[in-house]
């Protein structure tokens, strides 16, 4: 046999032992898994519990603007893989709510859209007002969600005659008195151990008063006095002189017009008198009403020396 031949025949023979041992190793190996097929009635079994996998969300049934009230047919709840932050599961509590921005249709509800602070506790037609008050000594008394008495003391120096004092308003909401506030009417230990006596207090008044109470502030002592919630009394202002307004009513209105003139906000407009309101002496012939309102009051006369060379005449004004 011919080198070459032989040659041959041992690669032959090598190449088949290594074809040999590749297929014994091929023979050792599991055999690989095949996954089953899902029949079409459980794969729909599975869609369905992951689609119920949701919760209940509040969104706009339409567009929403600022300052609207929430009523339940502007709001429908819809199913969310998630629930945002702050979202509400049902509509009862968000009923009678007022948004603090728009809302679009099928945007969620949540308690950063709803009006919040102070301004949530008031009612449609008033305004929360700062004013000064008295000191009170024991005035942890007084907490914010309490009823009061606005009392007006005004004081003519060393007139006592003109000296006054007298209830301005009745059953007015404290909103903010002492450091707490209708949001956090509690303060905390060290908080509430260091506060100071409160000289200025936040009350919701009606529009209309607004004027009344900042025109006695600047000029008098307002006084704050609890009183009971039971308590529903109130000066009927009917038995007293009317007062009347800075600004008159234009004399060219028709009856509507005149009647759109006890609207609160035109009431504000038209303004307040102090005098009226303190009802001094030299001042109360002037309301329409007041006793005296007929005769003018007598001015005092004053007068004067004139000298002319060596005659002195007296001049009255």
């Known amino acids: 046999m011919s080198p070459l031949l032989r040659i041959l025949a041992v690669l032959m023979v090598l190449a088949a032992v290594v074809l040999a041992g590749f297929a014994y190793v091929l023979a ?3 055999a690989p898994s095949v996954a089953p097929a899902v029949a079409p009635a459980a794969q729909t079994a599975q869609e369905s519990r992951a689609e119920a996998h949701t ?35 049902g509509t009862s509590a968000l009923v009678d709510k007022v948004l603090r921005f728009d809302v679009k249709e099928g945007q969620p509800l949540t308690s950063f859209v709803l009006a919040r602070g102070l301004s949530s506790y008031l009612d449609k037609d008033q305004r929360a007002v700062e004013v000064p008050v008295a000191p009170i000594a024991d005035w942890r008394t007084i907490r914010p969600g309490d009823l009061v ?99 008159e009513g234009r004399h060219d209105l028709d009856e509507a017009d005149r009647l759109r003139l006890m609207d609160p906000a035109n009431v504000a407009y038209a303004g307040e008198s102090l005098g009226q309101v303190a009802a001094t002496p030299d001042t109360k012939a002037a309301v329409p009403g007041a006793s005296g309102a007929a005769e003018s009051p007598r001015r005092a006369e004053r007068a004067v020396q004139v000298i002319r060379g060596n005659k002195a005449t007296e001049q009255r004004y």
Do not use: I
């Not at 004092?165 to 909401?173: D, P, T």
């Open 149 to 247: 008495d606005v009392y007006f003391t005004l004081s003519q120096g060393t007139e006592v005659g003109s000296t006054q004092s007298r209830l301005v308003m009745a059953r007015v909401r404290v909103l903010a008195y002492g450091g707490r506030t209708m949001d956090h009417p509690r303060l905390s230990a060290d908080a509430d151990k260091n506060a100071k006596v409160p000289t200025n207090a936040v009350v919701a008044v009606d529009q209309e008063q607004v004027n009344l109470l900042l025109l006695l502030a600047s000029k008098g002592t307002l006084q704050l006095v609890l009183r009971s919630v039971q308590d529903v009394s109130e000066p009927d202002v009917a038995l007293f002189p009317k007062r009347e307004s800075v600004l």
């Open 55 to 89: 919760v209940p969300v509040v969104v706009a049934s339409r567009d929403l603007k600022a300052g609207e009230l929430l009523s339940a047919s502007s709001l429908k709840v819809a199913q969310w893989p998630q629930a945002p932050a702050e979202a509400y599961p």
């Open 28 to 30: 050792r190996r599991p």
